[in-house]
């Protein structure tokens, strides 16, 4: 009988730590095949679903919401009595909980799950004294101040780091902002023409957005770059991030070498990886590597705003909604449509003239549309 | 009057107390067994009964077991309220008929036409070399035939006081002395009589509950000196194994969370077994720890005092065993 084989807790990105199982797609005991979806794994940058890669019987070694190291042995797949044999984590029967009945019972009795519990009785075993301690340990009151009823939310890994790099943003980031407003009438009127003409997935004006800023990116490539102390890195490929809001929290998935893509491809790639993103199934290769982020709010109406910098990036470029706007035009005020673009810049690598031809740039490829669908 | 100071009464002179007490107040109370008259019992436990009481009321028998406990059926059926002795609790074994299936089962055979009031007085003691054939406890055989009780008393104060219980009910009665015993006198022989079917707290604890009965209690007392204030425990004599004071053990057993079972006997089968499925049915959801019995090994106990103190629990083993139940 072969040996089972170990499935060890996967490094999903190059900087993940540690990974914490969010589910079990399958439950202990069950076969598995290759390729079969065994589990889903948060780790710092994503969530993901990991395949079987061996067959056999699963026996689970962590239980669900449990964070473990990478290269930690979150379960086997193989014989399932060999399997069980390998499996003796503490306090932990055939992947129950061990405890005594009296403290499970009083446990159940106060609705505490008892693998927030460390247990100190035999191998592991959670006994009456480990709940109670639990009991007397002073509950997060609600406090009924002036505030109401506070309730305490524990931060997922994403809210984590979100709040993390952001910070980070803040803490370091020298930076200063551009706004241009930018006429919509022009990229209305291609996109129409698309519409007219049949054309599938037309590309929204984000992907537009997307486009110009990848091409002026590419034509002046210092702002595709990162301040490292004591020098800039640039970089050859010219990635642009796409802020996705997602249930309780952002994700910024990336569309790579947006600069040599077309349209219609960033279109559809956008659309894929913010439909992943949304349902949970990205990959930590679809977060990583971006060289600048766009962050659009325009589709909640809001006219404009300025967005923060991500950590690695020199810039970021907020959009806004376009609005109906009185404009000059020929020596008299007619309607038109406008959008407005704010670029926050990191002023270690981009200098106020540089960013001021950047964002020009890209508002005079938006202002051009066609010139984005040539080339 | 000069003051005399008074000592509290053997666990032996209790017995004889309760036994001419009794006789003294009930003329049907009548005694027979092997050299129980004119010698006074092997133990002395009868002395002076048959000068106070004469020869048709404390009758010496042959040694021939089932014939004496014939005797006290038919006496006992016959109006009389015998008490029999059997010299060693091993030799129940030549006359478990009269007790099992004739007295035991008589009165409910007889649609209570009959009653069967005897004591079947006997003892036991194993830990003085007397051999295999006069070591064993076997109390449990007895508690397991429904229409016997069985009393074990563990001092002075409730040999005398229960042993007047038997004497008086129409039940027939087990009645399980400890030779080691019977010269020991009891600290609280100024406590309060209890009846039979209630357990004694002897001492009250926190994290273990030890039961026990008989000689044990005062081993477990000691063993509990030397455990000392690593471990609360709360020591329960059961005093009588039928009837059973569950009650009280099981509302020791949900306060504590763990217990420790020790008697005598041999553990494999043995006593503890029922009680610890007693206690697993009634208290399962209190429990912190697996229950634990500690009786002797399953061997014909040794004659050999080394081997013998090996075999039976003792007071080094039981401290052991409640330091253990209470960490398990």
Known sequence: MNAPAQITMPRLSDSMEEGTLLRWIKRDGDAVTVGEELAEIESDKATVIYEAQAAGVLSTAIEEGATVAVGTVIGWLGNALLARQLHSVPGRAAGRRKASPVARRIAATHGIDLELIDGTGPDGRVVRADVELR??????????????????????????????????SRDEVPDFELRVRVDAEPLSSVREQLKAGHAVDVPSVNDFVVKAAARAL????????????????????VNVGVAVAVEGGLIVPTVFDADGKSLGE??????ELAARA??????????????????????????GFSAVISPGQAAILAVGAAAVVPVVRDGAVVPGRQFELALSCDHRV????DAARLLSRIRDLLEHPMTLLVA | MAEVATQTPRYIEAINAALSSEMAADDRVVLLGVDVAAGGGVYGVT???????????????PIAEAGVLGAAVGAAMAGLRPVAEIMYMDFLTVCLDPIVNQAAKLRYMTGG???VPIVFRTQTGAGRSAGAQHSQSLEGILAHVPGLHVYC????????????????LDTPVCFIENRRLYGKRSDEWDRTPLPAGQARVVRSGEDVTVVTWGRMVLETLQALDQVGDEVSAELIDLRTLVPLDVETLIASVQRTGRCLIVHEAVTRYGPGAELLARIAEAALFDLDGPIRRFGALPTPIPYSPELEAAAMPGVAGIAQAVREVAKG
């Open chain 2, 113 to 115: 036409g009959v009653s």
């Open chain 1, 266 to 271: 960033i279109s559809r790639e956008t659309r």
């Open chain 1, 278 to 303: 949304r349902e949970g199934r990205i990959t930590p290769q679809d977060l990583d590597g971006a060289t600048f982020t766009v962050s659009n709010l325009g589709m909640f109406g809001i006219d």
């Open chain 1, 135 to 168: 009991l007397s340990a002073p509950e997060p009151a609600p406090v009924l101040g002036v505030r109401g009823e506070v309730t305490v939310h524990p931060l997922t890994r994403l809210q984590t780091l979100v709040a993390e790099r952001m910070s980070r």
């Open chain 1, 350 to 353: 981009i200098y106020g003239a």
């Open chain 1, 218 to 237: 590419r034509e002046q490539p210092s702002a595709n770059a990162t301040y490292r102390g004591d020098a800039w890195e640039r970089y050859a490929r």
């Open chain 2, 47 to 61: 002395r002076g009964l048959y000068d106070e009481f004469g020869p048709r009321r404390v009758i010496d028998t």
């Open chain 2, 153 to 168: 008393p563990s001092d002075a104060r409730d040999a005398h006081d229960l042993l007047i219980e038997a004497i008086r």
